[in-house]
């Protein structure tokens, strides 16, 4: 054997190892090109074998029986069939009788497999669970931490007591007449309930046909709904209030110690997003050590200087600035900046034959929720803005 056919025999050997990776693989049509170039590569193994035992002094080739062709079928079945039965009898293979083997078995790689549909891909069961997965997401309700005043009619008002200075009695002396003292003032808080809601039409074959607790899942996703739209009109009242700068912890410490009412910074929450929130758990004392501390009463929540921090996802109370970035710190006590007057939770109710729902087949939820947020006393908290960036 010469140099030429034990290239060719190597490149063969590698070319039908490709095969048999790509045909495991379920790459077919690659696995096929390459059985073909091991193919040719075959010829050409075969032709120099038969050019060599030509070229071969005192070899004769019988005239009357010509010798069959490497291609030829029949001597290919009767090559295999032997080289098989060596297999099963656990005999060494040449080096022809592998390459023989490896061939067939690449062929035989095109019989029913699941990576082809019509090869059987098809009777393979797949996996599909139709399960709703809901995504974990924030919904921290502000509903608790504002004062809720539940009402019975659509408009009304509720009597507050206005900011005044109280002056201190005078001094009297006997027998003299007292003069007029200062009176307490008060204001209305006017309240006029919005009606809020929509309806959702479900498909009634969905409805059959689904194996999943469809009414169940639509019902907590309403809740949700509600829940945004009740902080969406708590935050927008906020909102309304004056920014002011903060600097640094400082600024927050003078909020709650001076802008405050004693009374107000004893209730006082911390209400901001995840930027701010981010900027606080990273301050530090003088010797390293975090200046939040958790909640004894609540864990998973962190303080500072005594007060709750109220964490909102930025997507909710977004971060303003496009230079510089203001993350919102709103602190007070909320319960006395503003009041929610609920006429009525949100309510659910579906129907398959009222409305448009009998005519075109399906199941219509409608949700109606009612109230009307104002401020009841808004000095109660500082709208502040730290930057962060």
């Known amino acids: ?15 039908l190892e490709e095969a048999r990776s790509l045909a495991a693989e379920g790459k077919l049509d690659e696995a096929r090109a390459a059985k073909d170039t091991a193919k040719e590569l075959r010829s050409q193994i075969d032709l120099l074998a038969e050019i060599r035992d030509t070229d071969t002094p005192g070899v004769t080739t019988p005239v009357s029986e010509p010798e069959k062709r490497a291609d030829d079928p029949a001597d290919k079945d009767a090559q295999y069939r032997s080289a098989f039965l060596k297999t099963l009898r656990n005999k060494q293979l040449n080096a022809e009788e592998r390459t023989l083997i490896e061939e067939r078995t690449i062929e035989e790689t095109r019989g029913m497999q699941e990576g082809v549909d019509e ?62 003292m200062d009176n307490p003032k008060f204001s209305p808080v006017k309240f006029d309930i919005k009606d809020r809601g ?29 829940v945004v739209t009740r902080n969406k009109l708590i ?8 920014k002011v700068q903060l600097n640094g912890l400082d600024d927050i410490k003078r ?55 109220v964490v909102l996802a930025n997507r909710w109370l977004p ?7 203001l993350a919102p710190m709103i602190i007070g006590d909320l319960k006395e900046a503003v009041v929610l007057f609920d006429r009525q ?10 409305g448009k729902s009998f005519a075109r087949n399906s199941t219509d ?3 109606i929720q009612r109230e009307d947020v104002r401020a009841f006393d808004l000095d109660a908290v500082v709208y502040g803005q730290i930057t962060i960036a």
């Open 345 to 354: 939770q949100y309510s659910i109710a579906s129907t398959n034959v009222g």
């Open 319 to 325: 971060t303003t600035g496009t230079t510089t970035k």
């Open 198 to 226: 929509g309806i959702m039409p479900i498909s009634n074959s969905l409805l059959n046909d689904t194996d999943q607790n469809l009414m169940a899942y639509i019902s907590k996703w309403i809740a949700k709904k509600s």
């Open 119 to 180: 090869d059987g891909g098809l009777i393979v069961p797949q996996d599909i669970n139709t399960m709703i997965h809901e995504l974990k997401r924030q919904y921290i309700s502000l509903e608790s931490y504002v004062t809720v005043e539940p009402v019975s009619t659509r408009s009304g008002s509720r009597v507050i007591e206005k900011n005044a200075d109280i002056t201190p009695f005078v001094e009297i002396t006997e027998l003299t007449d007292l003069d007029d």
């Open 255 to 309: 909020i709650l110690n001076v802008d405050l009412d004693p009374s107000i910074s004893l209730g006082a929450i911390i209400l901001t997003n995840q930027d701010g929130f981010h900027w606080l758990d990273t301050q530090k004392d003088s010797d390293g050590r975090d200046l939040l501390q958790p909640n004894p009463q609540n864990p998973t929540q962190k303080m500072y200087k005594g007060k709750p921090i």
């Open 365 to 367: 939820v409608r949700a």
């Open 1 to 15: 054997m010469d140099e030429k056919e034990r290239e060719l025999r190597q490149r063969l050997a590698a070319k």
């Open 235 to 242: 935050l927008a009242l906020l909102d309304t209030k004056t």
